[in-house]
Structures are given as C-alpha cells and as structure tokens.
Nanobody, 122 residues
Framework: VQLLESGGGLVQPGGSLRLSCAAS????????MGWFRQTPGKERELVAT??????TNYAASVKGRFTISRDSANMVSLQMNSLRPEDTAVYYC??????????????????WGQGTQVTVSS
C-alpha cells in the first residue's frame, strides 16, 4: 500500500486545517487507517485511528478538537480545529492491512506516508 498525504501548512492558533491521505495498491487489505505525528527529538505518537467499521480512537490531547473520517475505502481525512502551537509536527498517514497466505497464515503489515508539516504559530 502506498500513501499520499496533503493539506499541511501554516495556521494561526485557534485555526483549522484538514489533512487528507489517499491510499493506492492493495487497498482491499486495509482494515485500519490513521494519523500519527512527530516533532524533533520525540517519538512518533498516535493522533487518531479509524477502522473499516468506523470505530475511532483518539489521543487524549486531541480529543474534542480533531475528527478522523473515512471518505472512501482508500481515503482518510483528519479535520483539525482549535489548533494549538503544541500541535505543530510532521503528520504521517498510517494504514494497517492484513491478508491470508495460501497456507492460511495471517499476515499483518503497515504502511507510512511521507509526512506533511503542520505549523501552528502566530
């Protein structure tokens, strides 16, 4: 699975941005899509995920401000409202996909996008 993100940029505190991610390749294997973010010197952290069934999971720091949605089977978006300077980071799209081999073994894989910069500053 290959991922292409869009929608990052510079926004003032309190503003909004919408990130989008389009998946290509073996998209029928995807069962969960999500967003992570990373700042220099820190580990990449989960922002939000959404399953094919629509179950969502959010980091406590973004709950109530960010909304993740599946726009289609191969697209996921992240609506970010009430942005804060501490939301500044490179945001990465993430997918989890799985399949069964001919021998019946379950294989789980993950894919990352290239990242898009979000800067919240006045």
């Amino acid at each position: 699975v290959q991922l292409l993100e869009s929608g990052g940029g510079l926004v003032q505190p309190g503003g909004s941005l919408r990130l989008s991610c389009a998946a290509s390749g073996s998209v029928n294997r995807i069962h969960t899509m999500g967003w992570f973010r990373q700042t220099p010197g820190k580990e990449r952290e989960l922002v939000a995920t959404i399953t094919n069934g629509g179950t969502t999971n959010y980091a406590a720091s973004v709950k109530g401000r960010f909304t993740i949605s599946r726009d289609s089977a191969n697209m996921v978006s992240l609506q970010m409202n009430s942005l804060r300077p501490e939301d500044t980071a490179v945001y990465y799209c993430r997918t989890y996909q799985g399949y069964y081999t001919d021998s019946g073994e379950r294989v789980e894989e993950g894919s990352w996008g290239q990242g898009t910069q979000v800067t919240v500053s006045s």
